[in-house]
């Protein structure tokens, strides 16, 4: 074998598993993001670091560098149901962040004794005696393949892992589309928006360096209709959009079942989005690619026979946590039950 350990993708799951691996393994890390700058690929955020994840980072015993926070931080939520017409202001201790800043510096963590390789493409991955050959595109648009005895797909929300591997094991997916807009709102604000007659998940926005940022997940045929219909329909509300400057797509997990949350097997890993691991009532998923992250860091390090076994294991809490979370997203999904929780005191209707 060439390495002991590949990882693909160096979203937060992936950058913090190589920061906490002990350097005796020899380890490459392929992740198609450049090694700085705004050129190459963005991952679309809503950047809000949720009290968990703000939990994960007190573990590692890391803060936040200034330049990666944003402008206004966020305490109040406007909450606004589009069928009872109901709004309410919540209160949340999010810290907003340039999430692109963000994943790239928790890439420059990574110790000098893992062989990164940026702006490169794993293409494929092969069972081979002993461990698995992986395919990548390097920066040069070259072909390589390298060979490993572990993989960890730390790939995200459409991971070539998760799809290659385990085709059986897939998962439901959304359409997420953000558009930026220059802020001309009065005040800043951030608000999250209900409406079942356009997204069955939920939309939000976030005012961020004097940008307004308008978002969405929507079922895959009909993403881009509902997301302009649903605008039509905020614009009413009072939402000020304009000349969009940017526009983002990707896809978004979107977990409904118990057996979605998948972990891999036979010395692959699924960390992060790519094991399913994202809130399903508020699209949070930093946490759990960051706990998902530490979790196989220390099973990997303790050098256990059946890692796989123990992984699958030691996130079981974190699995049920996410269950609860898609039973959570049914409630806030039912116009009866929104109602009843935004009429009440109850301050539960948290989002991102
Ligand atoms: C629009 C939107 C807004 C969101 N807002 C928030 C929020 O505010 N707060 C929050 O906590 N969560 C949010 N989420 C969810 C959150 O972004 C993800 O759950 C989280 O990023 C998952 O981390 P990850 O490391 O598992 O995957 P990712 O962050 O997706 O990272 C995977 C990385 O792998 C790399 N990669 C992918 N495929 C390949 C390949 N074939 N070869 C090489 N590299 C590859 C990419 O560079 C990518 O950055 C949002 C999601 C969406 C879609």
Redesign the pocket.
């Known amino acids: 074998m060439d390495y002991d350990i590949a990882i693909?993708?160096?979203?937060?799951?992936?950058?913090t598993l190589a920061r906490l691996l002990s350097p005796s393994f020899k380890i490459i890390a392929?992740?198609?993001?450049h090694q700085a700058g705004d050129e190459g690929?963005q991952?679309?955020?809503?950047?809000?670091?949720?009290n968990d994840?703000q939990k994960a980072f007190v573990r590692q015993k890391l803060n936040l560098p200034l330049d990666i926070l944003t402008d206004p931080q966020i305490f109040s939520v406007k909450t606004i149901d589009l069928q009872t017409k109901l709004i309410r202001n919540y209160q949340r201790s999010y810290v907003s962040f340039d999430?692109h800043k963000f994943?790239l510096w928790l890439k420059s963590l990574i110790p000098n004794s893992v062989n990164v390789l940026h702006d490169?493409?794993?293409?494929e991955i092969r069972r081979v005696i002993d461990g698995y050959q992986v395919t990548?595109i390097d920066e040069n648009k070259i072909e390589h393949k390298i060979t490993a005895r572990y993989v960890v797909g730390?790939?995200?929300?459409?991971?070539?892992v998760r799809r290659m591997r385990y085709p059986n094991h897939s998962i439901r997916q959304y359409v997420?589309i953000?558009q930026w807009f220059t802020d001309n709102h009065k005040i800043p604000f951030y608000s999250c928006i209900f409406d079942n007659k356009t997204t069955n998940c939920y939309a939000w926005s976030i005012s961020k360096n004097k940008h307004f940022i308008f978002?969405g997940?929507f079922p895959k045929k009909t993403a881009n209709q509902h997301f302009e219909l649903l605008k039509e329909k905020l614009a009413q509300q009072g939402f000020i959009f304009g000349e969009p400057l940017k526009t983002?797509k990707?896809?978004?997990?979107y977990p409904n079942r118990f057996r979605d949350f998948y972990t891999g097997n036979e010395n692959i890993f699924l960390?992060?989005?790519?094991a399913g691991?994202?809130s399903a009532s508020s699209?949070?998923?930093?946490?759990?690619?960051l706990d998902s992250a530490e979790i196989l860091s220390k099973i990997l390090n303790s050098g256990v026979a059946k890692p796989n076994k123990h992984y699958y294991q030691k996130t079981m809490p974190l699995r049920f946590k996410l269950y609860s979370k898609i039973i959570k997203a049914k409630i806030l999904t039912t116009p009866i039950w929104r109602k009843l929780i935004m009429k009440s005191k109850i301050q539960h209707i948290k989002t991102?």
């Not at 490169?120 to 293409?123: F, Q």
């Not at 990707?250 to 997990?253: K, N």
């Open positions: 693909i993708g160096l979203g937060p799951a992936g950058s392929l992740d198609k993001k690929f991952k679309p955020c809503g950047g809000l670091l949720a994840a999430r994943d490169t493409l794993c293409k990548y730390a790939d995200g929300a459409n991971s070539v997420a953000q978002g997940a983002e990707c896809l978004v997990v960390i992060g989005e790519a691991f994202i699209l949070e998923g930093i946490s759990y690619a991102i």
